[in-house]
T-cell receptor
Framework: SQTIHQWPATLVQPVGSPLSLECTVE??????LYWYRQAAGRGLQLLFY??????ISSEVPQNLSASRPQDRQFILSSKKLLLSDSGFYLC???????????FGQGTRLTVV | GDSVTQMEGPVTLSEEAFLTINCTYT??????LFWYVQYPGEGLQLLLK?????DKGSNKGFEATYRKETTSFHLEKGSVQVSDSAVYFC?????????????FGSGTQLTVLP
């Protein structure tokens, strides 16, 4: 069966510091991978998606970037965090584009 | 473009009450429909799905029927429990479109009181 791991679960970082969140998927190959942000409230905002190694699509211009160095690894980064980057970040994967997605447990990021 | 509209929350019910969370959609093709649940501090979990008209998805006592004529996928449960307190998201995937990801509703907060 497939599993998704996302870490860390919580993170408190000062403004201006770098960020690296990691997500890995096990039990499948060539998954579609996604990074979402969920700000206060409940809505989901798609930040990045990837259909293959090195292929990243950005949905929203922002202070963040994503990379996919390996087939089942997806990394969310920032060189300098802003207060507005605080939120709940969710990694997800799917077998194919535009099909049901499976989510990780999320990372609660607080920028102080 | 595709969109999903959910009833505004929060919804507060007493234990054993009947639950309905409304969801309607617009899509250019023939979407698959999903309900996700998010418990406090956790990621989203797929609760149920339906892939074609008149399909009924069900799981953990929850049900939703794909109604093409009314473009709806309402979530129901006959008797809610305190443990059902969570945020519920309706979503669709438009298989005939070019979208690369699901379209989500804004979520509905459910609180069940003992």
């Amino acid at each position: 069966s497939q599993t998704i791991h996302q870490w860390p679960a919580t993170l408190v970082q000062p403004v201006g510091s770098p960020l690296s969140l990691e997500c890995t998927v096990e039990g499948t190959s060539n998954p579609n991978l996604y990074w979402y942000r969920q700000a206060a409230g409940r809505g989901l905002q798609l930040l990045f998606y990837s259909v293959g190694i090195g292929q990243i699509s950005s949905e929203v211009p922002q202070n963040l970037s994503a990379s996919r160095p390996q087939d089942r690894q997806f990394i969310l980064s920032s060189k300098k965090l802003l207060l507005s980057d605080s939120g709940f970040y969710l990694c997800a994967w799917s077998f194919r584009p535009n099909t049901e997605a499976f989510f990780g447990q999320g990372t609660r990021l607080t920028v102080v | 473009g595709d969109s999903v509209t959910q009833m505004e929350g929060p919804v507060t019910l007493s234990e054993e009450a009947f639950l309905t969370i409304n969801c309607t959609y617009t899509a250019t093709g023939y979407p698959s429909l999903f309900w996700y649940v998010q418990y406090p501090g956790e990621g989203l979990q797929l609760l149920l799905k339906a892939t074609k008209a008149d399909d009924k998805g069900s799981n953990k006592g929850f049900e939703a029927t794909y109604r093409k004529e009314t473009t709806s996928f309402h979530l129901e449960k006959g008797s809610v429990q305190v443990s059902d307190s969570a945020v519920y998201f309706c979503a669709l995937s438009d298989r005939s479109g070019s979208a690369r990801q699901l379209t989500f509703g804004s979520g509905t907060q459910l609180t069940v009181l003992p």
